[in-house]
């Protein structure tokens, strides 16, 4: 595969989803350590503008951090529909890391005085139990492009609203902690991904992301999946998203245990292209 392998000494510059005191401007943290960067970094306001950026730019020196996958509400919709335009500029997923994520509701009143609640549609989600239980149905909750937008909205002049994000942010803006840890599931976890214009090295414990579209016919997704199967391909996930071409038209997405470079994924991808319409390698990458 020709792609230049990653060069960390390469990357001047990082974008990630913020505002700063986000859960990805944590995640970038930990991306920053793992690969000893020495860069800016850079927050924008939406998942889509962090891609936009990254392919304008469309520069070595530049990669990006965003989420791709909650344990609880699984993908991130915005991330996954903007993967597949990658591929123009060969950019890619180089790497991915786990964050533990545990919501509290910030805010300037106590829990009686709110009305309204702000915060990614994600993370409203993930705390529905403890809305329901805590408030009247009357109760405004208000989507955000992140947790911590919502947070750094609020104002101590009005008590009625509150937001739920990390407490670390809360701390960041030094805005008060109504009420720690009120996730409805205790194992909150969510993948993000380091995007970048290069290809990761083989370690051995790798995943590789393909995106794809193929005929509208019977049986067509099950030819592709029984070639995976074949070549005993490990897949962890699979995703479809409407094409926004043609009316039941979709793209394909899949996670698979191996390397783009592995030789069996090679024999893979060489029986599996001649029957799609479009083919894409998203990256092959392990998690630091």
Do not use: W
């Amino acid at each position: 595969m020709e792609q230049d392998i990653l060069d960390t000494t390469k990357i001047k510059k990082l974008l990630f989803l913020g505002p700063n005191g986000s859960y990805s401007d944590f995640a970038k943290n930990q991306f920053i350590d793992a690969f000893n960067l020495n860069c800016v970094s850079t927050n924008l306001k939406s998942i889509s503008g962090v891609i936009k950026a990254l392919k304008d730019e469309n520069s070595e020196d530049i990669v990006a951090v965003i989420p791709i996958e909650n344990s609880i509400e699984g993908i991130v919709r915005e991330t996954l529909d903007n993967l597949s335009s990658l591929k123009k500029e060969g950019i890619k997923i180089i790497a991915e890391t786990t964050m533990n994520v545990e919501h509290a509701l910030v805010g300037y009143g106590k829990i009686k005085d709110i009305k309204v609640i702000r915060s990614h549609p994600q993370a409203l989600a993930q705390c529905k139990q403890f809305i329901h239980s805590n408030f009247p149905d009357t109760l405004i909750e208000e989507a955000t492009l992140s947790t911590s937008a919502g947070i750094k909205s609020l104002s101590d002049k009005d008590k009625s609203i509150a937001a739920i994000g990390s407490v670390s942010c809360a701390q960041m803006y030094s805005i008060p902690v109504i009420k720690n840890n009120i996730n409805d599931e205790e194992n909150n976890k969510t993948r993000f991904i380091l995007l970048g214009k290069f290809l990761a090295p083989q370690t051995g414990n790798d995943k590789t992301s393909i995106t794809f579209s193929t005929e509208n016919k019977a049986g067509a997704l099950s030819k592709i999946l029984t070639i995976l199967d074949s070549y005993n391909i490990n897949m962890s996930y699979i995703d479809s998203r409407p094409s926004k071409k043609e009316l039941g038209e979709y793209v394909f997405y899949i996670d698979f245990e191996g390397h783009v470079n592995d030789e069996k994924v090679q024999m893979a991808f060489a029986d599996l292209k001649p029957l799609v319409k479009i083919f894409y390698v998203i990256g092959s990458y392990s998690a630091v």
